[in-house]
């Protein structure tokens, strides 16, 4: 089946379309909770680059950049760096999803002074991560036009009320302010999605999901998606990192001296079993709730308290589960027999990164970035 790929790229701010560029050399991620990655080419000789508009529709820092693959969004981001090199006579462009965008916006009640705050009590973390997001669309020039919650699967409350003050003089980035959220006990997944709407432009939602996105399977679910070697995986990698695995935790919180908050958490399961004790600290010096913080350490030690397994897998994209019908955030099943595994290995995994390269000159590649950690 033939595979048709398109790159619009649009006005960040009011998401006119400026350009459609013939761009080769493609390869763009997706990641869980983050922000992937987008890089590509443009060989300009012999291209009308005044008629196709190639300066000024693909100014960094003020560009959008959307994939269209057979006339769907599957791939949205801000255009950051571009660079041209005489001698091949070439555009190299590199993108990041939208997430990217609110790593550079900081979390401000607008007031000018260090003294303002935003401050919520008792609301749901999932109103939290949107407020936040509303918050910083707000500001002047800062809209970029997102809406809220436009996929059908995603939730728009969890249940899970918290209490959170955001200090002017922070200065808190609004993407790491809805990551720490995402990050405590009974956290959840977030993320920007692109799409067609109903006029046929390109357009963004944000989107959060509890207490995850994509479909909950276990071992014994039929309808799993299942990738086997040998059928729909061509090839992979299998890695153990036990320089990953951590029992015992210190989050650190807001204060200084003995006056600092501290919260520790750790697996007793682990140490019990005879584990050696393997210590990490993380720094949270915005947070001055007790409650939060011990959270976001449970959190931790509940996603890295054993050695994470990372399995990248190729899967062609024609071959069922075909590509479109899984995402990030899914869980999936995957079946091995071969040198590695002369006994069989089966097991369910959650894809957290996926990476496409549509292949001008080959062709298309899917590579799934794969974990049995939490996350």
């Avoid at 869980?32 to 960094?60: C, D, F, Q, R, Y």
């Amino acid at each position: 089946m033939a595979t048709s790929y398109r790159y619009l790229l649009a006005d960040l701010v009011t998401n006119q379309v400026l350009a459609e560029l013939p761009l080769t050399g493609v390869n763009f991620g997706q990641q869980l909770n983050a922000a992937g990655t987008m890089t590509a080419h443009l060989l300009v000789s012999g291209v009308n680059t005044a008629g196709l508009n190639v300066l000024n529709g693909s100014i960094p820092g003020r560009t959008a950049i959307y994939v269209d693959r057979n006339g769907i969004l599957v791939w949205g981001g801000v255009l950051w760096q571009r660079e041209y090199g005489s001698t091949d006579q070439s555009i190299k462009l590199t993108a990041r999803e939208f997430l990217s965008y609110f790593e550079r916006r900081r979390i401000t009640t607008g007031s000018g002074t260090a003294y303002g705050a935003l401050a919520y009590t008792g609301i749901d973390q999932l109103q939290i991560a949107q407020s936040l997001i509303s918050n910083a669309q707000s500001a002047p020039s800062g809209n970029i036009g997102l809406l809220y919650n436009q996929d059908p699967l995603s939730t728009s409350t969890s249940g899970i009320t918290l209490s959170r003050v955001y200090y002017n003089y922070e200065v808190k980035t609004v993407f790491n302010a809805v990551s720490d959220l995402s990050k405590q006990t009974n956290g959840f997944d977030f993320e920007i999605s692109v799409y067609y709407d109903g006029g046929g432009n390109p357009a963004k939602s944000f989107n959060t999901y509890y207490p995850r996105a994509g479909v909950m399977y276990s071992a014994t679910n039929s309808n799993a998606p299942v990738f086997e070697l040998g059928g729909n995986i061509s090839e992979y990698t299998y890695l153990e990192d036990g320089s990953k695995a951590v029992n015992q935790i210190y989050a650190l919180g807001a204060g200084s001296n003995e006056g600092k908050l501290i919260s520790i958490a750790n697996s007793a399961s682990k140490l019990s079993s005879g584990w050696a004790l393997l210590e990490d600290q993380s720094n949270y010096s915005d947070i001055t709730d007790p409650t939060v913080l011990s959270g976001l350490a449970t959190g931790q030690i509940n996603a890295v308290s054993y050695p994470p397994i990372t399995l990248k897998v190729v899967a062609p994209p024609y071959v069922n589960p075909t590509f479109g019908t899984y995402e990030v955030g899914d869980e999936v099943r995957v079946r091995i027999t071969d040198a590695f595994f002369p006994s069989g290995y089966d097991a369910i995994f959650r894809i957290i990164g996926l990476s496409v390269a549509p292949g001008e000159d080959g062709p298309e590649r899917i590579t799934l970035t794969l974990t049995t950690g939490t996350y």
